[in-house]
């Protein structure tokens, strides 16, 4: 047993004192470079204001041969590049792995006046998230940090999604959960190959038509990941952090990208990785919401007055609940735009 007073004391002595509302910073694209790649590196700066998250990824995608010079060149970014108002995450190596330790050591004690959140892959269960709590504590006091570094989850195992209120609740540090589709599809010995999105055979199809029965009959694909991201964002919301989906393999196919990523905008997640330069304008327009939508939320918000009751507006009832619907739209919107002028001018409000 713990008392609830105590979920907000520092693990450590010397330790930040956790955060009790996770901050809402634009983070509508997590872009992953790798930092063992000193080309890729050293674009790093041009990508500053351009997207709202950089992730320095540490663990699947770097050679076993680079894994020290995918962290060097973590501290490297962290301790050389002015990240302004872009926030630089990590991806470190599982807490099974050779390298997690010296990953989250170089990432608190080197870099971590930079590293916003810290994403752990391959999260199973309450355990792993309370390990990580304690241990980056410890770092963050040795390194003297005053604010304290977040923690994202990757959902990428079953356990991890049989236990996933219990991940999402196991810390205050806890910032928000991606869906792993790759890895998530191995452990669970699905049978698709393909690194997020649908799959052709996923699918229903309609009754034979009694009068010629040997028709064609229509088809229509279904989407793997539903049950998951939906399982997801109710987790997340229960606990106040945030969802988002993962990667999306096919980097040519931008257009059934974009239906993946607004599928899990429209079922509530705030971003989704990219892993191009491609997909950062697609997460960008995906998850921002467009100026027809914000526009149509602040009507019905006027027109409903002090909010309650039930009015009719073209046609349709809006009431208590649908001015809520709306005031979620509005407040992203405002969200965004207060970092975004692009976006304030969109959306007719001052950046
Ligand atoms: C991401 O890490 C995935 O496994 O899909
Ligand atoms: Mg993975």
């Not at 006046?113 to 304690?134: Q, T």
């Not at 649908?198 to 029965?213: A, E, I, K, M, T």
């Not at 969802?243 to 429209?266: E, M």
Request: charged share 25%; proline share 7%; aromatic share 6%.
């Amino acid at each position: 047993m713990r008392s609830p007073k105590d979920f907000f004391r520092p693990l450590a002595v010397g330790a930040p004192e956790p955060v009790r509302e996770i901050p809402f910073r634009p983070s509508r694209m997590l872009h992953f470079f790798p930092p063992n790649n000193e080309k890729m590196r050293s674009k790093v700066p041009s990508l500053v204001g351009k997207v709202d998250v950089l992730v320095a990824n540490l663990e699947d995608g770097v050679p076993m041969a680079e894994k020290d010079a995918a962290r060097a060149g973590l501290v490297d970014v962290a301790q050389n590049v002015d990240f302004g108002s872009t926030q630089l995450w990590t991806r470190v190596n599982s807490l099974d792995s050779p390298w997690c330790l010296a990953d989250i050591r170089a990432a608190v004690i080197e870099a971590g006046h930079a590293v916003d959140v810290i994403i752990l892959p391959k999260v199973e269960g309450a355990e792993d998230i309370h390990y990580a709590d304690r241990l980056i504590a410890q770092l963050e006091a040795e390194a003297g940090l005053t604010r304290p570094i977040l923690l994202h989850a990757i959902l990428e195992t079953a356990r991890g999604v049989a236990n996933v209120e219990e991940i999402c609740l196991a810390s205050p540090r806890m910032q928000g959960l991606s869906l792993g589709p790759a890895d998530l599809a191995a452990n669970r010995r699905m049978k698709t190959t393909r690194v997020g999105g649908g799959h052709p055979d996923y699918l229903v199809r309609s009754d034979p038509d009694p009068d010629n029965p040997d028709a064609d009959r229509a088809t229509f694909q279904q989407d793997l990941w539903h049950y998951t991201i939906a399982r997801m964002v109710d987790a997340c919301v229960m606990a106040g952090i945030l969802p988002y989906y993962g990667p999306f393999g096919d980097i040519r196919d931008t257009t059934a990208c974009a239906d993946q990523f607004r599928n899990a905008y429209l079922l509530g997640c705030v971003g989704a990785w990219s892993l191009h330069p491609d997909q950062i304008a697609v997460a960008k327009e995906v998850f921002s919401p467009s100026a027809e939508q914000v526009s149509h939320a602040r009507r019905v918000i006027d027109a409903m007055g002090d909010g309650t009751g039930a009015i009719m507006l073209d046609g349709k009832m809006e009431d208590d609940a649908s001015v809520k619907q709306c005031q979620v739209v509005v407040r992203l919107a405002e969200q965004l735009a207060a970092s975004d002028p692009e976006l304030a001018a969109l959306y007719e409000m001052g950046s």
